[in-house]
């Protein structure tokens, strides 16, 4: 896994077991693969990964791609007072973990995994279903922000639609997946908006996990 396309990757590792550069995937999935809450990041030179590795995780992700959504100036904007939620899987299947911030803020409200051999749909589809779960237990209202079709269209179907095959390792990840439909199967959450994150106007979305 440490190359993609053919081309070497470099791997800075912020929080882990053991921060540092490392040359290959497996290194890099020794120092995070179990540690809660790792930060870590691919790139593709060494000297851009040494240049990372000198700033803060949070610097690294508002340089990539994130946006400051109090000054937008799109027509369109996103419900600042909601919930968005995203996943992140290293390989397909491979490592996933997904979580859901506050939108306005990027304040975590949760996080899942790392789970073995999951799929980013997977990832997607749980985080919207756990939002949706922790903002009724809250008695609260309002607007879940997902930037994943599919995920959004899995939830309202009630149904995954997944080519994954099953196995002893992502056993967990199975009974979580059953979990979720059951919840959506024996709960109301329809004054609960799902809503589509649109990347290409507003930037990415706040729960992404910036390892791009």
């Known amino acids: 896994m440490g190359k993609k ?122 985080a919207i279903v756990l939002a949706l779960a922790w903002l009724k237990k809250n008695k609260l209202v309002m607007p879940v922000y997902s930037d994943s079709r599919t995920a959004i269209a899995w939830v309202r179907k009630k149904q995954v639609n997944t080519k994954l095959k099953w196995t002893k390792k992502n056993e967990e990840l199975l009974k979580a997946v059953h979990g979720a439909l059951r919840w959506l199967k024996e709960n109301d959450y329809s004054n609960i908006p799902i809503l589509k994150w649109e990347t290409r106007l507003w930037g990415e979305i706040p729960a992404d996990y910036g390892r791009k």
């Not at 290194?27 to 990964?49: D, M, P, T, V």
């Not at 409200?109 to 589809?125: C, H, K, L, M, S």
């Open 5 to 126: 396309n053919g081309k070497k990757k470099y791997y800075v590792v912020w929080r882990g077991f053991r921060p540092g550069i490392y040359h290959t995937w497996e290194a890099c999935k020794e120092q995070i693969n179990g540690y809660e809450r790792a930060q870590y990041k691919s790139f593709s030179s060494l000297e851009e990964a040494r240049a990372a590795f000198e700033k803060s995780y949070e610097e690294i992700r508002e340089l990539k791609g994130k946006k400051n959504l109090h000054e937008l100036t799109t027509d369109k904007k996103p419900i600042l007072n909601s919930l968005s939620v995203d996943a992140a899987c290293k390989g397909n299947p491979g490592i996933l973990e997904f979580r859901g911030v506050y939108t306005d803020t990027g304040t975590e409200i949760f996080r899942r995994g790392p789970y073995d051999q999951g799929t980013v749909n997977i990832g997607e589809f749980l």
